[in-house]
């Protein structure tokens, strides 16, 4: 997918280029190269998009086209863009990095590790009670042959009503309970994505996700979020959609994983309004709805603008519950789960009933167990965020409404190198790159307020001393990766 980005459109996202640090010591040209670099490597320029032409650019940024002439010359002589005469200049990286096809690597089960690379919590003290009871229930299902491709009825029933409490009317027959939101995707990317088929994700986005995508051969675009509070910016969003074209949006509205950001209404209204229009179905993942944080009030879901069955909303019990239970759903038309439950035959069967009862008691129980766990999270976000303003001031957090995660905008390119580091003093980190394509991102670190407050404070003191040794020392080494969810 070949998408374009225009003139007033790229002069947005460069906003104050020439107030960059080291405008005083270098030329115009180059420091407009300098932020157009910048913004590849933080994921908000996609890589493979057609930049404006010379003219066009500098009447936006009202410069002289031999500034940004000079400009585009020294991004092609580093790699950061590739011309053909008569056709344009497109955005690339230096070298060839890629998504993995596999997000995934089993943990070690390091007891003295300090893992801030998974973002979710440990399971609530009302599981083992929901276990037992669901025990008792089991009997009922026992006369029969237990494979409920679509789910057992009672489940199917909790979470429609759980959607129709949130403003979104939904019958069970729209349901579709699944082995964790991660098996949801991969079963409606296998209904709905051709091979080859064109996906607009987030910039940075979920990298499990990612995984997914790569594992079924989609052609990535991104759409590269703020670091401020605004999250998306709608414009480009929607610009985005219009120009390529995609067969599929995934996209993660509330307290998005990593960023923390929460789509408004306004957007989500517009969002379905365009891909209708276009053609594109979203995928929306509402892994962290369930987990607004102060006083936050949550806009309808994104399916509540759909009107053409271009919404599908993926879901589950891993964020507000624990993720062993690896319970998840779909909600989508009636005849589209029909059809998701005919492609997850060749897959799994069914999703085992005893870890669906155990779900039914604690939806049963959801109101009390919510409220504890956003209050946990609430205690341990803010003493996350204490702490970095205490041992790592340089670094700029913006804290999010809700979710689990923090997205740390570090004082350099070094994620990656920290993470490293990091393993070696006993933390675990998902560093910035994990979230996007292409080896973007690596001012960024993504930081879930997960674990309790006590691992928090020690994990960031490990980061500061780890931190502070960076400079002093170079260790080009390599290390497996370990689990990030
Ligand atoms: C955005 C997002 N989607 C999906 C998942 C996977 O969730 P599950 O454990 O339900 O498969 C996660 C887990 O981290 C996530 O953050």
């Known amino acids: 997918m070949t998408s374009q980005v225009r003139g007033s459109q790229l002069a947005r996202l460069l906003g104050q280029w020439h107030a960059l640090p080291g405008r005083r010591r270098s030329p115009d040209y180059a420091a407009l190269a300098a932020a157009v670099r910048g913004l590849l490597a933080d994921g908000r320029l996609p890589l493979g998009v057609r930049l404006p032409a010379e003219r066009e650019l500098a009447d936006a940024l009202r410069i002289s086209r031999t500034t940004v002439s000079a400009a585009y010359r020294q991004l092609r002589e580093t790699g950061h863009l590739a011309s053909r005469r ?26 003295d590790m300090l893992d801030l690379g998974i973002a979710a919590l440990a399971a609530p003290p ?10 008792e229930d089991l009997p009922r299902y026992l006369g029969g042959a237990g494979y409920h491709p ?12 759980g959607y129709t409490e949130r403003g979104l009317p939904t019958r069970a027959e729209q349901i579709m309970v699944t082995s ?8 409606v990317l296998r209904l709905m994505l051709p091979p080859g088929g064109g996906v607009l994700v987030e910039s940075p986005t979920y990298p499990n996700g990612l995984a997914s995508l790569a594992a079924r051969r989609a052609r990535i675009t991104t759409h590269g979020l703020s670091t401020d509070d605004a999250g998306w910016d709608g414009e480009l969003l ?13 996209l993660i509205p509330e307290f998005h994983n990593p960023t923390g950001h929460l789509m408004p209404a306004e957007l989500r209204e517009r969002l379905v309004a365009t891909a209708h229009s276009v053609g594109t179905d979203l995928i929306i993942d509402e892994s ?28 589950g019990m891993s964020k507000p519950y624990w993720g062993g239970l690896r319970i998840g759903w779909v909600r989508a038309s009636a005849p589209q789960v029909q059809r998701l439950a005919a492609a997850r035959v060749g897959v799994d069967m069914a999703s085992p009933v005893l870890d669906q009862l155990v779900a039914v008691h604690l939806l049963a129980d959801a109101p009390a167990i919510v409220a504890d766990r956003r209050r946990q999270l609430t205690a341990q976000r803010d003493v996350l965020i204490d702490a970095l303003a205490a041992r790592l001031p340089e670094w700029r957090v913006t804290v999010p409404r809700g979710g689990v995660t923090l997205w740390a905008e570090l004082d350099g390119p070094i994620s990656s190198a920290l993470a490293r580091a990091a393993e070696d003093e006993g933390v675990r980190l998902a560093p910035g790159p994990r979230f996007g394509l ?13 674990l309790p407050a006590a691992d928090l404070v020690e994990a960031v003191g490990r980061l500061a001393a780890v931190r502070y040794d960076l400079d002093r020392a170079v260790r080009p080494q390599w290390r497996e990766p370990a689990v990030i969810a």
């Open 86 to 111: 008569g056709a344009g200049s497109w955005t690339m990286l230096p070298g060839t990095h890629r998504v993995a096809s596999s997000g995934l690597w089993t943990p070690s089960d390091d007891r």
């Open 126 to 135: 009302q599981l083992l009670p929901a276990a037992r009871a669901a025990t």
């Open 150 to 161: 679509t789910g057992i009825i009672e489940l199917r029933e909790a979470v429609a009503r």
């Open 180 to 187: 964790g939101t991660q098996h949801a995707l991969d079963l």
């Open 238 to 250: 929607l610009g985005s959609l219009r120009q390529g074209r995609p067969k599929l949006a995934y």
């Open 288 to 315: 962290f709805v369930d987990l607004p944080l102060d006083d936050t009030v949550l806009p309808p879901p994104t399916a509540a603008y759909d009107r053409h069955s271009r919404v599908i909303s993926i879901g």
């Open 438 to 450: 292409d080896g973007t991102l690596e001012r960024f670190l993504r930081l879930p307020f997960t």
